[in-house]
């Protein structure tokens, strides 16, 4: 399955855009440096298919057996981070807050 971004590289830039709204909607600035990664991973793998960093036979890839699961952290902890961060924080009762005042 993940064989559609060799195939088709510019596939990447759907979860880098998927990313980049997610990041605008949440305020997380890990959510940003997601859709980075997926947009950098879109560029390297078209300059991949197009021969321009690799002359020659492409066929072995061992470089996808890191970029994969790396794009997978990171697309997990910005979700995680994003969705985690949108809850509504409970709001502190008045018998919970503290006396201390640190204008006066």
């Given amino acids: ?7 088709w590289p510019l596939l990447a830039l759907a979860p880098a855009g998927f990313f980049w709204v997610f990041a605008r909607w949440t ?15 879109a ?20 470089d996808l057996l890191g970029i994969y699961p790396a794009l997978a952290v990171v697309s ?13 924080i409970r709001p502190r009762l008045p018998s919970e807050r503290t006396t201390h005042d640190p204008s006066s």
């Fill in 27 to 41: 305020q997380r600035a890990f959510a940003y440096a997601a859709s980075f990664a997926w947009l950098s991973y």
């Fill in 43 to 62: 560029v390297y793998e078209t300059l991949i298919s197009q021969r321009v960093l690799c002359s020659g036979e492409c066929d072995i890839r061992v």
């Fill in 1 to 7: 399955m993940l064989d559609l971004f060799v195939r």
């Fill in 76 to 88: 997990i902890v910005a979700l995680l981070i994003g969705l985690i961060g949108r809850r509504p």
